[in-house]
Protein backbone atom coordinates (compact mmCIF):
# COMPACT_ATOMS: atom_id res chain seq x y z
CA UNK A 1 0.00 0.00 0.00
CA UNK A 2 2.89 2.39 0.72
CA UNK A 3 4.28 2.15 -2.12
CA UNK A 4 1.51 2.50 -4.28
CA UNK A 5 0.50 5.79 -1.94
CA UNK A 6 4.15 6.59 -3.29
CA UNK A 7 3.55 5.78 -7.06
CA UNK A 8 0.11 7.94 -7.19
CA UNK A 9 1.44 11.17 -5.30
CA UNK A 10 4.49 11.27 -7.54
CA UNK A 11 1.73 11.73 -10.10
CA UNK A 12 0.23 14.42 -8.23
CA UNK A 13 -2.61 12.44 -6.56
CA UNK A 14 -3.30 13.21 -2.73
CA UNK A 15 -3.70 9.59 -1.19
CA UNK A 16 -4.52 8.71 2.43
CA UNK A 17 -5.56 5.68 3.88
CA UNK A 18 -8.99 5.32 5.33
CA UNK A 19 -8.22 4.39 8.49
CA UNK A 20 -6.30 7.63 9.30
CA UNK A 21 -9.90 9.21 9.12
CA UNK A 22 -11.35 6.26 10.99
CA UNK A 23 -9.85 3.39 12.85
CA UNK A 24 -13.03 0.79 11.65
CA UNK A 25 -11.99 1.64 8.38
CA UNK A 26 -8.59 -0.93 7.99
CA UNK A 27 -10.36 -2.69 5.52
CA UNK A 28 -13.06 -2.36 3.27
CA UNK A 29 -15.23 -4.59 0.71
CA UNK A 30 -13.96 -4.89 -2.73
CA UNK A 31 -17.68 -4.59 -3.58
CA UNK A 32 -18.44 -0.79 -4.91
CA UNK A 33 -21.75 0.25 -3.08
CA UNK A 34 -20.52 -1.85 0.07
CA UNK A 35 -17.24 -0.15 0.53
CA UNK A 36 -19.07 3.40 -0.29
CA UNK A 37 -21.96 2.70 2.26
CA UNK A 38 -19.33 2.17 4.81
CA UNK A 39 -16.57 5.13 3.91
CA UNK A 40 -20.29 7.62 4.02
CA UNK A 41 -20.61 5.86 7.67
CA UNK A 42 -17.20 6.57 8.81
CA UNK A 43 -17.30 10.01 7.11
CA UNK A 44 -15.00 10.01 4.49
CA UNK A 45 -15.91 12.05 1.20
CA UNK A 46 -14.24 11.77 -2.55
CA UNK A 47 -13.44 8.57 -4.15
CA UNK A 48 -12.11 5.17 -2.88
CA UNK A 49 -9.00 3.41 -4.41
CA UNK A 50 -9.81 -0.66 -4.06
CA UNK A 51 -7.59 -3.00 -5.06
CA UNK A 52 -7.32 -6.40 -4.52
CA UNK A 53 -4.13 -8.18 -5.07
CA UNK A 54 -4.83 -12.04 -6.62
CA UNK A 55 -1.47 -13.36 -7.37
CA UNK A 56 1.88 -11.80 -6.90
CA UNK A 57 4.89 -14.05 -6.82
CA UNK A 58 8.21 -14.12 -7.34
CA UNK A 59 9.21 -16.54 -10.07
CA UNK A 60 12.11 -19.21 -10.16
CA UNK A 61 13.41 -17.53 -13.29
CA UNK A 62 13.91 -14.56 -11.73
CA UNK A 63 10.15 -13.15 -12.81
CA UNK A 64 7.15 -11.68 -10.46
CA UNK A 65 3.49 -12.79 -11.92
CA UNK A 66 1.41 -10.03 -10.77
CA UNK A 67 -2.62 -10.30 -11.10
CA UNK A 68 -4.33 -7.16 -9.46
CA UNK A 69 -7.66 -5.77 -9.29
CA UNK A 70 -8.64 -2.29 -9.21
CA UNK A 71 -11.37 -0.21 -9.03
CA UNK A 72 -12.43 3.75 -8.26
CA UNK A 73 -15.41 4.33 -6.54
CA UNK A 74 -17.42 7.59 -5.72
CA UNK A 75 -18.37 7.48 -1.76
CA UNK A 76 -21.59 9.86 -2.16
CA UNK A 77 -23.64 7.29 -4.46
CA UNK A 78 -21.22 3.85 -4.93
CA UNK A 79 -20.75 4.81 -8.39
CA UNK A 80 -18.09 2.60 -9.99
CA UNK A 81 -16.10 5.51 -11.56
CA UNK A 82 -13.03 3.14 -13.17
CA UNK A 83 -11.64 -0.36 -13.13
CA UNK A 84 -8.81 -1.87 -14.28
CA UNK A 85 -7.03 -5.91 -13.87
CA UNK A 86 -3.39 -5.77 -14.47
CA UNK A 87 -2.26 -9.36 -15.25
CA UNK A 88 1.50 -9.52 -16.19
CA UNK A 89 4.83 -10.97 -15.39
CA UNK A 90 7.82 -9.07 -14.58
CA UNK A 91 11.38 -9.56 -14.82
CA UNK A 92 12.94 -9.41 -11.04
CA UNK A 93 15.19 -7.02 -10.11
CA UNK A 94 18.74 -7.11 -11.51
CA UNK A 95 20.14 -6.59 -8.07
CA UNK A 96 18.44 -10.27 -7.06
CA UNK A 97 17.34 -8.04 -4.12
CA UNK A 98 13.36 -9.50 -3.21
CA UNK A 99 12.54 -6.01 -1.81
CA UNK A 100 13.76 -4.13 -5.16
CA UNK A 101 11.62 -6.90 -6.97
CA UNK A 102 8.69 -5.66 -4.88
CA UNK A 103 9.11 -1.97 -5.82
CA UNK A 104 9.85 -2.56 -9.39
CA UNK A 105 6.59 -4.55 -10.42
CA UNK A 106 4.51 -2.23 -7.96
CA UNK A 107 6.05 0.73 -10.12
CA UNK A 108 4.96 -1.16 -13.38
CA UNK A 109 1.41 -2.02 -11.63
CA UNK A 110 1.11 1.87 -11.43
CA UNK A 111 2.55 2.47 -14.97
CA UNK A 112 -0.41 -0.02 -16.28
CA UNK A 113 -3.12 1.58 -14.12
CA UNK A 114 -2.20 5.12 -15.12
Known sequence: RA??????????VRVRFPEEHDARLTVLPLGPEAAARIARQGGL???LFLSEIRRWDA???GLMRL?????????ADGALLWERSVQKVVPASR????ADAHRD???EVVRELF
Open 3 to 12: SIQRELEQRK
Open 45 to 47: EGS
Open 59 to 61: EAA
Open 67 to 75: WVDCKLVRV
Open 95 to 98: SGNL
Open 105 to 107: AVQ
